[in-house]
Structure formats: C-alpha cells, structure tokens
C-alpha cells in the first residue's frame, strides 16, 4: 500500500510507515501528515498488526516539515493557518491513543518536525549516525506543535534548550535526553526493532492496549490525579481474562521447574 509519500509495509505482526519523499530529505507537507494519522489510525484497527514502525527512505529520518510550503503560506490568514494546523495538531496526539504501540526507527537525521514525531512515539530506536534538533527558531518559527512532546518526553529544560536554541544534537546526547530508548548501528536496527516487537507478540494484546492507555492517562497528570485515575483504572486489569490466564500459566510453570 502507498500514498502520496507514504509507503506502508505490513510483515508478520507488524506494519512500517516509510516517509517516502527523498528529493526533500522526507519532508512531511500538510497533506502527508493528514494522511499519516489516516494510516496510523486505519492499521491500529488491525488485529493481526501488534506494533507500528515509524521510519523514512534510506539514509534520512526527516527533514521536518516542508518548507516550500511554509514559504507559500507566509501570506496566508489565520483562518487559513487555523485550518491547516489541524493535521499537524492530530498527528502529535493520536499516537498515545492508539492500541498499539509505535516504534520511531531512526537512521540519519530527524528534525523540526520529525524529532517532535519522534518524541510522540511510544518507543525509538536510531543508528549511531542519527541526528534530532528544532531549529525553527533560526528561521523564525518556533516549535509549536511538537513542544507538547518535546516537554512530555524530555522534560521542560531539554525541551527548552532544543526549542529555543535551535542546535543539533547526536544520538548519544539524544539517549541521555531520554529522546531515544536505543542507539545501535545501522546495520543493527532493524534486528533490534524486530526484537521489540516480537516483546508484544508475546503478551497478551488486550494487555497492551489497557498498559498504554493507563500510562498516558497517569503520566499526563499530577500524583494524586494519577493516583485516583490507578485506582479506577485498576479493575478493568484485576478482573480480566487475561490476568487470570497469565496467573494460571504462572503456577503451571512454577509446578514443572519443581518436578
């Protein structure tokens, strides 16, 4: 399956995204980034996909947005400017509503933008050679839509450096940051992404979904709001089919290490 720039690969319990636009070193336009929310939302219903990957064509994450078409909307209204926000908005909070997990898979740079689509996803995993930064403030933007990201992952002074800095950043700086999980060779990525994903196919997907969405509901709040949402949370895990078989399969395993 293929969209405008956008190629969608699904193999076994997983299903890749390849930003695919490499004249502009995979720049997201407006367009394409309605259609990843689009894509991303159509493979979470997908029952025998289990993890989405994130990555872009050959040696390139993504350039950030296309800036072509920022040039073409320096002119524009607010209403217009209003209206065409509405992609970028959508794309950097559907991923923590989804099912399933989402794996950024970084080779080569991931800016702007993309370092923002990055921070979203809920695991990331680049090569040695990988490079993140915002540099929008060199150009007179700011980081706008990916700073909700950038501060929920990174915390408010990373965020802030990079946001009103501008500077670029290697793959090691970016793991201490907390803006990566892994960086590896390029020639190691894919195995260890592989890796990953076979982690979910061994869990219970109901389990997944349930461990996602209470995280993102707890970790957006303070202690005590996260606290009372645990507590209500709390049954849909206790009473489930799945914790019973878990359990079960448990002592059924304790029972043959002691014969």
Known sequence: MSTTQLLV???????????????????IATVTAGELVETLLMLDREEDIRAIVITGEGNCFS????????????????????????PWQRLFSVIPTLSKPVIARVVGPAMAGACGLVAACDFAYCSEDAKFGSPEIKIGLFPLFILPALVSRLGERHALDLSLTGRTIDADEASRMGLVNRVTSTD????????????????????????????HKISSVGLTEGLELARGLRPAFMCSDELRRGIEKFFANKKEVKA
């Not at 690969?9 to 720049?27: D, F, V």
């Open 9 to 27: 690969q699904r193999r076994g319990p997983c299903a890749t995204i390849t930003l695919s636009n490499p004249a502009k070193r995979n720049a």
């Open 63 to 86: 350039s950030g947005g296309d800036l072509d078409e920022f040039l073409s909307t320096v002119d524009a209204g607010g209403t217009q400017l209003w209206e065409t926000g509405e």
């Open 188 to 215: 190691e990525i894919d195995g260890l992404v592989e890796q990953l994903v076979k982690s979910f196919t061994a869990l219970e997907s109901a389990t997944v979904r349930r461990g996602k969405h209470a995280f």
